[in-house]
């Protein structure tokens, strides 16, 4: 499915809107794939991390960027790949099993000589609301 | 909840038969294989790069794992196989974070044993151009700093992405990872 149109935000979108969040599960299988965790079993293997202290196995904090990456691309469309910045910071970890949902909201918006730079305070929680990833996206948009 | 219950709880997230537990102890005592921390793997200027090949078949396994679908970046599809794709460049593209990836894999010598128990705790990404499925960059990692910061050992990275066939510059990257 393309990316919906009516979610984007544009030069005109005022401060303080919040971005449509999404909804992952942890799911250890995925966090265990060869391409993503494979390498280290603390991501995937629950007798291992167990052993390491962990009460689960955890998610690497690249899928939770990962995730705040398709909200930004499902709101900025084509300006994502281009002269934009993410900035992110893992300050928990996500287990497995949890729900982590992303979260986005405009706090800045300054005139640039090609069009508006706007900036979006990002992060992810779970489903107690407790802060997984924290950050902030720029991104340059037409006039 | 009792320790027992945690635990118990914790396997069934990946039940096993036991010659499917026997594979996967067998796989790790692989992985346990003696290694350097990344903190003395590496000396700050140290310089490496690697290319890789953003394979249409890449792009999908790297989205599948995060369940992001944006047909952008299809440029493998069931039944037809290879397709040019379709995105507002032309052709696929792949995801913006996807080169930030591989990073690691570029960062600390790929041929030693892997440290196991690094975290990856910190990037400022740089996404400067759309990359093409299909494209081979060039991924050049440079130690800049290595730091504690409350009794924990940081080693911090700046990284750049360029294609290997015109030089273009397609993102840059300042990382941390907290090493044992």
New interface residues.
Partial sequence: MAPDQTLRINASTPIGTELEPIKKRALIQLMGSRLWGRFNPNHWDPEYALSTGLSAPIQTGEMNSAYITEMCVNHFGEHLFQNARIVCKYIASTLADEIITTHGIVTEKETVGEGCRIKVDVWCDNELGEKKTVGWVEVTLPN | MTSVN??QD??E??PLTPIQRAQ?RE??RE?EHECQTYWDMVDVGDTLCRELHLTPE?II??S?????????YEAWRMNSWQIEGE???GGA?V???LV??FILSVQFDHTKP?A??S????????????IKVGATVRITTRAIEKFEKRGRRYVRHEAEVIDVNNGALYFQETRDILSL
Avoid: Q
Wanted: charge should be negative; avoid cysteine.
């Fill in positions: 945690k635990e914790a396997r997230l990946r996967t796989f790790i992985l890449l396994l790297y599948d794992g995060v369940e992001d679908f944006n047909p952008w995105s507002p460049f593209i995801p913006p974070l930030s990836h892997f196991i128990g975290i990856h705790t910190y990037h400022d990404s740089k996404i400067v151009a759309p």
